[in-house]
């Protein structure tokens, strides 16, 4: 059978004549090239044909215009995060490190102290002391005992002890207390940048949902209406060529 010569229309949208079996019915084209085509070609309207080349060339551009459009909205919004989150770029830090270096030697020398006043050893170490001290002014080892009962000058040994110790531990105290207002302080700003990074990642689900998955569902949708318009160019295109 003679293979019949296929009839020349021309096209609404870029004006080149072309075989019949290349132009697509616009009744058949489905949602979205029928909103995609008229936008940017406003003389096509839905009850004119359309050559194939024109209906794939209308969707690559829109699918280019969503990928570009999503990559500027997901770099405008890593800008905005990186401006906001700039001012708390040094909080993660060694608070204790930082302490430990500006110390001072009076600073060292009253934590210090203040470590040992607050210990066991300390403890034992006065216990042994007053015990031999009692010890030698009561016990008749000695002629002339130094502080014999009731240990007037033990009192006073004591008491000058504690004079030199209350200073001492307010001193570490008062460090204690600005070294917890610096944690503080610290641990808010992580909890302010965490609560930061953590409203960003809530940003981009809420554009998953509200952009990148309507435009996913979009162009799966003009993928099976290419493919499908695509199949039945090519049942056109065999039917001409065979006529029965």
Not at 19 to 24: D, G, I, L, N
Not at 144 to 168: G, M, V
Request: proline content about 5%; aromatic content about 6%; hydrophobic content about 40%.
């Amino acid at each position: 059978m003679a293979q019949q010569e296929s009839r020349q229309v021309r096209c609404p949208v870029c004006g080149v004549e072309k075989a019949s079996w290349e132009m697509v019915p616009g009744e058949s084209i489905g949602n979205p090239l029928t909103r995609i085509i008229p936008e940017q070609h406003p003389q096509w309207t839905p009850q004119q044909d359309i050559c194939s080349s024109c209906l794939t060339l209308s969707a690559a551009q829109h699918l280019g215009k969503l990928l570009r459009e999503g990559r500027e909205l997901a770099s405008r919004q890593e800008a905005e995060m990186d401006e906001v989150l700039k001012p708390y770029e040094s909080v993660t830090r060694d608070i204790n490190q930082e302490i430990e270096q500006h110390r001072t030697l009076s600073e060292r020398i009253s934590d210090g102290a203040t470590a040992f006043v607050g210990s066991w050893a300390f403890l034992l170490a006065q216990g042994v002391f007053l015990a031999i001290w009692i010890t030698i002014n009561t016990v008749a080892l000695v002629m002339r005992p130094i502080d014999p009962y009731p240990y007037i000058f033990l009192n006073l040994i004591i008491s000058l002890l504690a004079t030199i110790e209350a200073p001492l531990i307010m001193m570490s105290q008062n460090r204690q207390d600005s070294r917890d207002r610096l944690r503080s302080s610290n641990d808010y700003l992580v909890n302010l940048r965490a609560e930061l990074e953590i409203q960003h990642l809530h940003n981009k689900l809420d554009q998953l949902l509200r952009v990148h998955w309507p435009q996913l569902v979009e162009t799966l949708q003009m993928q099976v209406e290419l493919t499908q318009q695509h199949v039945q160019q090519t049942v056109r295109r065999v039917d001409e060529a065979n006529p029965e």
